[in-house]
């Protein structure tokens, strides 16, 4: 049976009620499962080598399994509660006579709780966990690994590439001030709520298979081939730790004292983040979000992987996703937690591996194609 006759329809759904739900709901979990057979080989054979490179290094394993496993439960959770709040809402407002039976019922009949919806979802949510355990390992064990020592080169070549000055040099006459820097952070914190919504969006979506399969895949790849292998080779913690591991001067000295001083005035939630993780780095603990490592900027890349998402959706969209690229970019920077040729990088390194997944889909027959107009992310 082909994949797509496993989508049925609400009204293919209805005609084919004589056949029990359980019968069906199994034969949609056969056909997900062949469906993402790549994105299953990919993380597992991502697990496998971390774990292995950890085991024969003699690096401990986070135990963050059950951690992830909540991060990831807990707002699917979250949706189903907003979509039965919203419909109960809907009853008691604009229904009459109000009737219980009426709100369950519209409730079960919204897509999301809909078996394709729910098969789509499911594998996704029992990876992502897996997956993120192992990165946070090894991404943890990156400094026993190859002790940070890229700071200094990377700093240089920064230098080199902006006409002799140092990139927050020239950005600070426009966004060294306070209120401004304290937006920005704002922003810049937004960034995971942000990859979490899209992540979602697209793990319940079934509008364009190839082109949510094309964003899981190039997920993945871009933890796995930048956040891993590119930030092992090239083992570097950012200007806002450059003073507690490169001996000499300090050319974020500055910048850091800047931050400090605006914090007294307006929040700068960066300044915390960074506490966070270099208490976890002196503490040697496993915690969620945990581990530091400043080549190639994750930030850029998945904030790229959204603005290619968008794009192919719908232009609105890409306008704001690109707006959004843009201001990491300069955040990334302005917070001293990238020297700039991470962002770039991690932008090109987007790009690349989004091009690889096409590559990919395509050649298993699954080419991702526009979809045009599609208003809104509500799928």
Same mark, same amino acid.
């Given at each position: 049976?082909?994949?797509?006759?496993?989508?049925?329809?609400?009204?293919?759904?209805?005609?084919?009620?004589?056949?029990?739900?359980?019968?069906?709901?199994?034969?949609? &979990?056969?056909?997900?499962?062949?469906? %993402?057979?790549?994105?299953? @080989? !990919?993380?597992?054979?991502?697990?496998?080598?971390?774990?292995?490179?950890?085991?024969?290094?003699?690096?401990?394993?986070?135990?963050?399994?059950?951690?992830?496993?909540?991060?990831? =439960?807990?707002?699917?959770?979250?949706?189903?509660?907003?979509?039965? /709040?919203?419909?109960?809402? %809907?009853?008691?407002?604009? $229904?009459?006579?109000?009737?219980?039976?009426?709100?369950?019922?519209?409730?079960?009949?919204?897509?999301?709780?809909?078996?394709?919806?729910? +098969?789509?979802?499911?594998?996704?949510?029992? &990876?992502?966990?897996?997956?993120?355990?192992? !990165?946070?390992?090894?991404? *943890?064990?990156?400094?026993?690994? =190859?002790?940070?020592?890229?700071?200094?080169?990377?700093?240089?070549?920064?230098?080199? /590439?902006?006409?002799?000055?140092?990139?927050?040099?020239?950005?600070?006459?426009?966004?060294? %001030?306070?209120?401004?820097?304290? *937006?920005?952070?704002?922003?810049? #914190?937004?960034?995971?709520?942000?990859?979490?919504?899209?992540?979602?969006?697209?793990?319940?979506?079934?509008?364009?298979?190839?082109?949510?399969?094309?964003?899981?895949?190039?997920? $993945?790849?871009?933890?796995?081939?930048?956040?891993?292998?590119?930030?092992?080779?090239?083992?570097? +913690?950012?200007?806002?730790?450059?003073?507690?591991?490169?001996?000499?001067?300090?050319?974020?000295?500055? &910048?850091?004292?800047?931050? #400090? %001083?605006?914090?007294?005035?307006?929040?700068?939630?960066?300044?915390?983040?960074?506490?966070?993780?270099?208490? #976890?780095?002196?503490?040697?603990?496993?915690?969620?979000?945990?581990?530091?490592?400043?080549?190639?900027?994750?930030?850029?890349?998945?904030?790229?992987?959204? !603005?290619?998402?968008? @794009?192919? =959706?719908?232009?609105?969209?890409?306008?704001?996703?690109?707006?959004?690229?843009? =201001?990491? *970019?300069?955040?990334?920077?302005? /917070? +001293?937690?990238?020297?700039?040729?991470?962002?770039?990088?991690?932008? /090109?390194?987007?790009?690349?591996?989004?091009?690889?997944?096409?590559?990919?889909?395509?050649?298993?027959?699954?080419?991702?194609?526009?979809?045009?107009?599609?208003?809104?992310?509500?799928?």
């Amino acid at each position: 049976m082909s994949f797509q006759s496993e989508l049925m329809t609400p009204t293919a759904e209805a005609e084919a009620g004589a056949v029990p739900a359980a019968s069906r709901f199994s034969s949609l &979990l056969r056909a997900e499962l062949s469906h %993402h057979t790549l994105l299953i @080989r !990919f993380v597992l054979v991502y697990c496998c080598v971390a774990m292995g490179v950890l085991a024969f290094t003699g690096q401990e394993v986070g135990t963050l399994g059950l951690s992830y496993l909540l991060a990831v =439960i807990v707002p699917a959770v979250a949706v189903v509660m907003i979509r039965a /709040l919203g419909e109960l809402l %809907h009853h008691a407002t604009s $229904v009459r006579p109000f009737r219980w039976r009426g709100v369950a019922q519209g409730i079960r009949r919204s897509e999301i709780f809909s078996p394709a919806h729910v +098969a789509a979802a499911l594998l996704p949510i029992i &990876l992502l966990p897996v997956f993120t355990t192992a !990165f946070t390992s090894f991404k *943890l064990s990156i400094p026993a690994l =190859i002790p940070f020592a890229w700071d200094q080169a990377l700093m240089e070549a920064d230098k080199a /590439l902006h006409f002799g000055r140092h990139p927050w040099e020239w950005l600070q006459p426009v966004f060294g %001030h306070p209120a401004l820097t304290s *937006l920005i952070s704002y922003f810049y #914190n937004l960034w995971a709520p942000l990859m979490m919504f899209v992540f979602y969006w697209q793990m319940f979506s079934l509008r364009n298979r190839p082109l949510r399969m094309q964003f899981m895949l190039t997920y $993945v790849f871009a933890w796995a081939i930048l956040g891993s292998l590119a930030a092992l080779a090239f083992s570097s +913690a950012g200007p806002c730790f450059y003073g507690d591991i490169v001996d000499g001067p300090n050319p974020y000295a500055g &910048l850091m004292s800047y931050l #400090n %001083h605006a914090d007294g005035s307006v929040k700068i939630w960066s300044l915390e983040a960074q506490s966070y993780l270099w208490e #976890n780095y002196l503490d040697k603990d496993a915690k969620i979000g945990g581990g530091i490592s400043a080549f190639p900027s994750l930030h850029l890349c998945i904030t790229t992987l959204i !603005f290619l998402l968008c @794009r192919e =959706i719908d232009r609105r969209l890409a306008w704001l996703s690109g707006a959004y690229v843009v =201001i990491i *970019l300069i955040g990334s920077v302005h /917070l +001293a937690w990238h020297y700039a040729l991470d962002g770039y990088l991690g932008i /090109l390194g987007a790009v690349l591996c989004w091009h690889l997944a096409g590559k990919l889909l395509r050649y298993t027959g699954e080419a991702p194609q526009s979809q045009g107009a599609e208003p809104t992310p509500a799928s």
